[in-house]
């Protein structure tokens, strides 16, 4: 979904390879989640269905944002 692009690619770049092991696999885990749950997420029309994923996708925002 190119809209998912446009939001994870940025993030990717500038954050990926200084995330810690842990949120590695939670950003891992969050891919593997529908297309469509995520770009719910990430537009705040639902929230992640945990914490762990709500978090990451704080970050996501937090990281669009900037």
Request: without cysteine; negative net charge.
């Amino acid at each position: 979904m190119l809209e998912l692009d446009l939001l994870l690619l940025p993030f990717v770049e500038r954050h990926l390879p200084t995330l810690n092991g842990a949120d590695q696999l939670l950003y891992q885990r969050l891919l593997s989640e529908e297309d469509q749950d995520l770009f719910a997420w990430l537009l705040l029309r639902h929230p992640a269905p945990d914490a762990e994923l709500q978090r990451m996708v704080g970050l996501i925002r937090e990281s669009a944002a900037a």
